[in-house]
């Protein structure tokens, strides 16, 4: 009986909502899979909370969100992790949708993005397949490997991060192996993303202008680091 109650709170702990998780609300299961750019409730809570509220160590809260972020994203069997950041998934044989890596997504602030090849354009390893941009900059993310795009999902333009998926392409077996990060890799990568924002946060704020003494508010990653180290960090983590 025992087994079974840890058991169950453990399953318990694992669904809680990132917002729940940090403490900001009593009590919020997920139903998304933690797919929080997608999710409404996410947004709201995001519109009402107060963008220079601090936790009791003194840091930004958008430290804790990104850090509850990626201590819950697991590692998917039904996706394909490959190198750059990418992600596909196959829908038929040498078809596939092609996404961005949770952990790089819960890093990316303010954020807007551009495809840089059209639908019926064969891509090959190394080319620029798209990039994100904000007021921090420019980031962007190559091909690990040769494939075609038959479509892309949806308008980036309009919500970049309203889906995991921006395109469908075609890729033979070979190449997706050759572009494939396996789970060593994504495992060192998942836990070097959470170092990071560990170490920001016990390092706050020595890391970079705090704004907390009547300049702007700390409401994205890039205003409490800096532009450049902000960039940085997100060039770190694509391998």
Same mark, same amino acid.
């Given at each position: 009986?025992?087994?079974?109650?840890?058991?169950?709170?453990?399953?318990?702990?694992?669904?809680?909502?990132?917002?729940?998780?940090?403490?900001?609300?009593? +009590?919020? =299961?997920?139903?998304?899979?933690?797919?929080?750019?997608?999710?409404?409730?996410?947004?709201?809570?995001?519109?009402?909370?107060?963008?220079?509220?601090?936790?009791?160590?003194?840091? @930004?809260?958008?430290?804790?969100?990104?850090?509850?972020?990626?201590?819950?994203?697991?590692?998917?069997?039904?996706?394909?992790?490959?190198?750059?950041? =990418?992600?596909?998934?196959?829908?038929?044989?040498?078809?596939? +949708?092609?996404?961005?890596? @949770?952990?790089?997504?819960? +890093?990316?602030?303010?954020?807007?993005?551009?495809?840089?090849?059209?639908?019926?354009?064969?891509?090959?390893?190394?080319?620029?397949?798209?990039?994100?941009?904000?007021?921090?900059?420019?980031?962007? =993310?190559?091909?690990?490997?040769?494939?075609?795009?038959?479509?892309?999902?949806?308008? @980036?333009?309009?919500?970049? %991060?309203?889906?995991?998926?921006?395109?469908?392409?075609?890729?033979?077996?070979?190449?997706?192996?050759?572009?494939?990060?396996?789970?060593?890799?994504?495992?060192? %990568?998942?836990?070097?993303?959470?170092?990071?924002?560990?170490?920001?946060?016990?390092?706050?704020?020595?890391?970079?202008?705090? %704004?907390?003494?009547?300049?702007?508010?700390?409401?994205?990653?890039?205003?409490?680091?800096?532009?450049?180290?902000?960039?940085?960090?997100?060039?770190?983590?694509?391998?």
């Amino acid at each position: 009986m025992n087994n079974q109650n840890e058991s169950a709170g453990s399953n318990y702990n694992m669904l809680k909502c990132i917002w729940m998780s940090s403490g900001i609300i009593e +009590y919020k =299961l997920c139903d998304k899979e933690f797919d929080c750019e997608s999710c409404t409730f996410d947004k709201v809570i995001r519109n009402f909370s107060s963008d220079d509220k601090q936790n009791s160590a003194g840091v @930004p809260n958008i430290v804790n969100i990104i850090l509850n972020k990626l201590e819950n994203i697991k590692y998917d069997t039904q996706i394909i992790y490959l190198r750059n950041n =990418l992600i596909a998934r196959r829908i038929l044989p040498n078809t596939y +949708y092609l996404g961005v890596n @949770p952990v790089l997504v819960s +890093y990316l602030d303010n954020v807007g993005m551009m495809m840089e090849c059209s639908a019926g354009k064969n891509i090959s390893s190394g080319q620029t397949v798209m990039n994100f941009f904000g007021e921090w900059g420019t980031v962007s =993310l190559s091909a690990p490997m040769n494939f075609s795009i038959y479509d892309k999902v949806n308008n @980036p333009a309009d919500d970049p %991060m309203k889906s995991k998926w921006f395109a469908i392409i075609g890729a033979i077996q070979q190449e997706i192996t050759s572009g494939r990060l396996d789970y060593d890799g994504w495992d060192l %990568m998942h836990k070097k993303s959470i170092k990071i924002m560990s170490d920001i946060k016990t390092n706050y704020p020595a890391v970079g202008p705090t %704004m907390n003494d009547g300049g702007s508010n700390v409401k994205y990653l890039h205003q409490l680091l800096g532009n450049d180290k902000y960039l940085e960090i997100l060039k770190s983590l694509i391998l």
